[in-house]
T-cell receptor, first 112, second 115 residues
Framework: QKEVEQDPGPLSVPEGAIVSLNCTYSNSAFQYFMWYRQYSRKGPELLMYTYSSGNKEDGRFTAQVDKSSKYISLFIRDSQPSDSATYLCAMSDSGGYQKVTFGTGTKLQVIP | GAVVSQHPSWVICKSGTSVKIECRSLDFQATTMFWYRQFPKQSLMLMATSNEGSKATYEQGVEKDKFLINHASLTLSTLTVTSAHPEDSSFYIC???????????FGPGTRLTVT
């Protein structure tokens, strides 16, 4: 079993839809949670990061962490074609953001 | 996240030659940088942690004599792929954290093709 599981997709949605991206994990020591967006042939771009459980909102993006279920989510409201990319969840333990474990990424396509 | 640059963005080399990839932190000092490798349709795999002024820490299974890492200053880390072979063809990405902590910011990546 992988430490971090993420549905690879692809996930296709119409423009304007609400997108839900999810990851599950098995390591209860994870306390720092991140979401990165990666366009084809580019390095990952940090979208959101949270510590421990709870919600965090930034514009059209909302990150949720449920440590009791070992489940994290990223919601994208009013999705745009420019949101089409691969979304990687990532997490690390109490050492901070030093050693990060990544999910395999979910490829998202927003259709105009 | 941190602002990080990489050079070159794409390199093609012949089997048996060595290739150097540079990673720079643009507007901050990075005591620690990280090197990742990403194969097509796969996630990022940490290769090594580069610490300024000391030896790099390599992940299990990564050959330290093949992937030479040098972190000579607070703004520059280099990865040299020695005696490259076609199986080393991959997307190499570096990242860095601000010295005060926080999540890693990634460089744009270097695509290496070994023929």
């Amino acid at each position: 079993q992988k430490e971090v599981e993420q549905d690879p997709g692809p996930l296709s949605v119409p423009e304007g839809a609400i997108v839900s991206l999810n990851c599950t994990y098995s390591n209860s020591a994870f306390q720092y949670f991140m979401w990165y967006r990666q366009y084809s042939r580019k390095g990952p771009e940090l979208l959101m990061y949270t510590y421990s459980s709870g919600n965090k909102e930034d514009g059209r993006f909302t990150a949720q962490v449920d440590k009791s279920s070992k489940y994290i989510s990223l919601f994208i409201r009013d999705s745009q074609p420019s949101d089409s990319a691969t979304y990687l969840c990532a997490m690390s333990d109490s050492g901070g953001y030093q050693k990060v474990t990544f999910g395999t990424g979910t490829k998202l396509q927003v259709i105009p | 996240g941190a602002v990080v640059s990489q050079h070159p963005s794409w390199v093609i080399c012949k089997s048996g030659t060595s290739v150097k990839i540079e990673c720079r932190s643009l507007d901050f000092q990075a005591t620690t940088m990280f090197w990742y490798r990403q194969f097509p349709k796969q996630s990022l795999m940490l290769m090594a942690t580069s610490n300024e002024g000391s030896k790099a820490t390599y992940e299990q299974g990564v050959e330290k004599d093949k992937f030479l890492i040098n972190h000579a200053s607070l703004t520059l880390s280099t990865l040299t792929v020695t005696s490259a072979h076609p199986e080393d063809s991959s997307f190499y990405i570096c990242s860095a954290r601000f010295a005060s902590g926080g999540p890693q910011g990634f460089g744009p990546g270097t695509r290496l093709t070994v023929t």
